[in-house]
């Protein structure tokens, strides 16, 4: 059976947050390190790009992101507050640009999946924010509360 308690909730959502950023941190790098490693096969399926080292830009900001993520994840087993905030952050906007380019057809038809993960990874970060519950809490109730009074 499991439990309500908050300490559990809590604990299920730092577990949450982990497995997010394994998946978010190892996505983005992957995806950073395709065009360091080989442009040319990054361009064959993506399509030409004009500005190279824009992208090599990119890819070096992602690969910093995705680092980060895969590092607190496998050897602190916590997410920082700030670390979270950007990671959704950055997802959101890579993200909404992806699925407008792709849906204007200003890019390749197979940024759109892309886009998408990158939303989902967004909205993951987005419901884990919610605060815990916390004993006293102005709008909260203990949760045996109301079998202590008998009820």
Do not use: C
């Amino acid at each position: 059976m499991r439990s309500t308690s908050p300490h559990f909730a809590e604990e299920r959502r730092l577990r949450t947050r982990v497995k997010l950023a394994f998946a978010q941190g190892t996505y983005v790098l992957v995806g950073a390190l395709w065009p360091l490693l080989s442009m040319a096969s990054f361009e064959e399926v993506t399509g030409n790009k004009r500005d190279e080292w824009l992208v090599r830009s990119v890819a070096g900001i992602l690969l910093v992101l995705g680092s980060l993520l895969v590092h607190d994840a496998i050897f602190h087993r916590h997410i920082a507050r700030t670390l979270r905030i950007m990671a959704s952050g950055i997802s959101l906007v890579l993200g909404v640009v992806a699925l407008f380019s792709s849906l204007s057809g200003r890019v390749s038809w197979l940024y759109l999946p892309d886009g998408v993960i990158h939303i989902a990874f967004a909205v993951g970060w987005i419901l884990l924010a919610r605060r815990p519950w916390k004993p006293g809490r102005r709008g909260h109730q203990e949760p045996n509360a109301l079998q202590a009074d008998g009820v």
